[in-house]
């Protein structure tokens, strides 16, 4: 079945700091990927996403690019701010059922 | 505003006791789905629905009932059968199709005791 691999946080770096968060999928056909964020105590929020390969989606500074050839759509951030503390969550849709699978998440620390 | 609305945001219960969480939503959307949120896990589908009066599991579903009776509420009932029930509880929706994203509510927090 479908799955999603991210790394383990959590991730602590300083403010203004570059921000990598991996993520790999396994899937059958070419789903589409997002990445959403979670504050304290709230639901997610959608960051970006991608619908093919190779489309890049950027949003408030964040990219991340779907690679087909290493089934991966990492995050990437040139420079944190301390608000962007929070968890980050990848997923991808099921084209089967139309329903997001999503990876463990992450949690990012940023420190003034 | 357009969003989706769950209630209560915490719910306590005792254990053996059926509880049930609400989830509306005014987009216009014909897709909702519950999700369970685990401390340091990921999200886990509980049920999803593409249309009214229409259903499936998901991959925790045991435990669980839901109901689908108005496009815009999608309730859940998390029963005395379910084993571990204290969690994050999410309700989304979307439109139907296509490479659309989810939208989510803000969660119900169920501690049973």
């Known amino acids: 079945g479908n799955s999603v691999t991210q790394m383990e946080g959590p991730v602590t770096l300083s403010e203004e700091a570059f921000l990598t968060i991996n993520c790999t999928y396994t899937?059958?056909?070419?789903?589409?990927l997002f990445w959403y964020v979670q504050y304290p105590g709230e639901g997610l929020q959608l960051l970006l996403k991608?619908?093919?390969?190779?489309d890049k989606g950027s949003n408030k500074g964040f990219e991340a690019t779907y690679r087909k050839e290493t089934t991966s759509f990492h995050l990437e951030k040139g420079s944190v701010q301390v608000s962007d503390s929070a968890v980050y969550f990848c997923a991808l849709l099921d084209t089967g059922r139309r329903a997001l699978t999503f990876g463990s998440g992450t949690r990012l620390q940023v420190q003034p | 505003d357009g969003g989706i609305t769950q209630s209560p945001k915490y719910l306590f219960r005792k254990e053996g006791q059926n509880v049930t969480l609400s989830c509306e939503q005014n987009l216009n959307h014909d897709a909702m789905y519950w999700y369970r949120q685990d401390p340091g896990q990921g999200l886990r589908l509980i049920y999803y629905?593409?249309?009214?009066?229409?259903?499936q599991k998901g991959d925790i579903a045991e435990g669980y009932s839901v109901s689908r009776e108005k496009k815009e509420s999608f309730p859940l009932t998390v029963t005395s059968a379910q084993k571990n029930p204290t969690a994050f509880y999410l309700c989304?929706?979307?439109?139907?199709?296509?490479?659309?994203?989810?939208?989510f509510g803000q969660g119900t927090r169920l501690t049973v005791v």
């Open positions: 899937a059958t056909g070419y789903p589409s």
């Open positions: 629905s593409q249309i009214v009066n229409d259903f």
């Open positions: 991608a619908t093919k390969a190779d």
């Open positions: 989304a929706s979307s439109i139907s199709g296509g490479n659309t994203e989810a939208f």
